[in-house]
């Protein structure tokens, strides 16, 4: 099993920035993809970014130029660098991992996610 924690979020202006982290522990073999899904008040679940073990990455696309998805300086962890964050930031957002090469946009495909962490973004 691999075990997913994520840490960084908070209250943030618009404007403003903040930064995720996603720390993996447990069964961690090569292959393992993360990604980055947040879920706003009243809406589905979407996938933000995502990178794959060879570090190709994704970015949706309305959040590209502002979000940047990349691997940490400790081992085993995943960011998500959010800039001009807006009102429509304000959302839970998880990390996400699964074995394979690709970053499906459907949550249903991933395996292990963490519990999430807040971010509120104020006017």
């Known amino acids: 099993h691999v075990y997913l924690v994520e840490s960084g979020g908070g209250l943030v202006q618009a404007g403003g920035s903040l930064k995720l982290s996603c720390r993996a522990s447990?069964?961690?073999?090569?292959?393992?993809?993360t990604a980055w899904f947040r879920r706003a008040p009243g809406k589905e679940r979407e996938l933000v970014a995502g990178?794959?073990?060879?570090?190709?990455?994704y970015h949706e696309d309305s959040m590209k130029g502002r979000f940047t998805i990349s691997r940490g300086a400790a081992k085993n962890t995943v960011n998500l660098q959010m800039n001009s964050l807006n009102l429509d930031g304000t959302a839970v957002y998880y990390c996400?991992?699964?074995?394979?090469?690709?970053?499906?946009?459907?949550?249903?495909?991933?395996?292990?996610w963490g519990q999430g962490t807040q971010v509120t973004v104020s006017s």
């Open positions: 996400a991992a699964r074995y394979g090469r690709r970053l499906p946009g459907s949550p249903d495909e991933y395996d292990y």
């Open positions: 990178i794959t073990s060879d570090d190709n990455t």
């Open positions: 447990g069964d961690i073999f090569s292959g393992l993809a």
